[in-house]
T-cell receptor, first 114, second 111 residues
Framework: AQSVSQHNHHVILSEAASLELGCNYS??????LFWYVQYPGQHLQLLLK??????LVKGIKGFEAEFIKSKFSFNLRKPSVQWSDTAEYFC????????????FGRGTSLIVHP | DVKVTQSSRYLVKRTGEKVFLECVQD?????MFWYRQDPGLGLRLIYF???????EKGDIPEGYSVSREKKERFSLILESASTNQTSMYLC??????????FGPGTRLTVT
C-alpha cells in the first residue's frame, strides 16, 4: 500500500521568505503526484501535478515542485511567499495504471505574516 | 469548468439519527470519492466509486455506507450518527488517474 509523509505540519513565514514543503511517498511502482491547496474558507484545488516527463513542474501562483524518483520525494517550493499563500497544503499520490485511488498526506498549515 | 456540489454546507444532527450527504458532479467523471477532513489527520478516504453501483471501501468505512445509482450522484450515509463522526466531509470526482475536483465540503456536527 502506498503512503505519503508531509514532514512539516505547521510552517510560519514572513512575506518574501522562501518556502519548501517536504513530501515523501512510499510506493515501488510508477506514480502520479499532486499538490493541492485549500485557502481559508475555499474548496481544495489543484496546485500542480506530475504524471511524467520533466521532473520539475510548475503550478499556479508561482509554485513549483520537483520529483526526485531516487528519493521518493515531491517537494513543493516557492521562492518568495505572499500573505495570500496562507493555506493548507496537501501532497497526494496515486499509482499510475493502478486503481487510481489517491493517498493524501496529513497536510501542512502555512501561515504567512505580512 | 467542473462543478462538484454538496447538498449542505453545515448540518447539525443528533446522535442516532440517519444522515444523508449528497454530492453531484457535472463532468461525467467515472470516479467519485468521499473523504473526511480532520485537523492534523489530513484527508481520509471513506468510500470510493468507480462506476454506477460500484463502490470500494476506503481507509475508514466503519459507520458509513454509500450509494451511487446515477453517474453524477454519490451519496454518503451515516446509518446511526455518533459524536465521533463530527467532521468536515468532502466529496470529489475525477477521471481515472486524473486530478480530483472537490466540492465545498459539509461541516457535520453530531450532538
Amino acid at each position: 500500500a502506498q503512503s505519503v509523509s508531509q514532514h512539516n505540519h505547521h510552517v510560519i513565514l514572513s512575506e518574501a521568505a522562501s518556502l519548501e514543503l517536504g513530501c515523501n511517498y512510499s510506493y515501488g511502482g510508477t506514480v502520479n503526484l499532486f499538490w493541492y491547496v485549500q485557502y481559508p474558507g475555499q474548496h481544495l484545488q489543484l496546485l500542480l501535478k506530475y504524471f511524467s516527463g520533466d521532473p520539475l513542474v510548475k503550478g499556479i501562483k508561482g509554485f513549483e515542485a520537483e520529483f526526485i524518483k531516487s528519493k521518493f520525494s515531491f517537494n513543493l517550493r516557492k521562492p518568495s511567499v505572499q500573505w495570500s499563500d496562507t493555506a493548507e497544503y496537501f501532497c497526494a499520490v496515486n499509482a499510475s495504471g493502478g486503481s487510481y485511488i489517491p493517498t493524501f498526506g496529513r497536510g501542512t498549515s502555512l501561515i504567512v505574516h505580512p | 469548468d467542473v462543478k462538484v456540489t454538496q447538498s449542505s454546507r453545515y448540518l447539525v444532527k443528533r446522535t442516532g439519527e440517519k444522515v444523508f450527504l449528497e454530492c453531484v458532479q457535472d463532468m461525467d467523471h467515472e470516479n467519485m470519492f468521499w473523504y473526511r477532513q480532520d485537523p492534523g489527520l489530513g484527508l481520509r478516504l471513506i468510500y470510493f466509486s468507480y462506476d454506477v453501483k460500484m463502490k470500494e471501501k476506503g481507509d475508514i468505512p466503519e459507520g458509513y455506507s454509500v450509494s451511487r445509482e446515477k453517474k453524477e450522484r454519490f451519496s454518503l450515509i451515516l446509518e446511526s450518527a455518533s459524536t465521533n463522526q463530527t467532521s468536515m466531509y468532502l466529496c470529489a470526482s475525477s477521471p481515472p488517474g486524473g486530478k480530483q475536483y472537490f466540492g465545498p465540503g459539509t461541516r457535520l456536527t453530531v450532538t
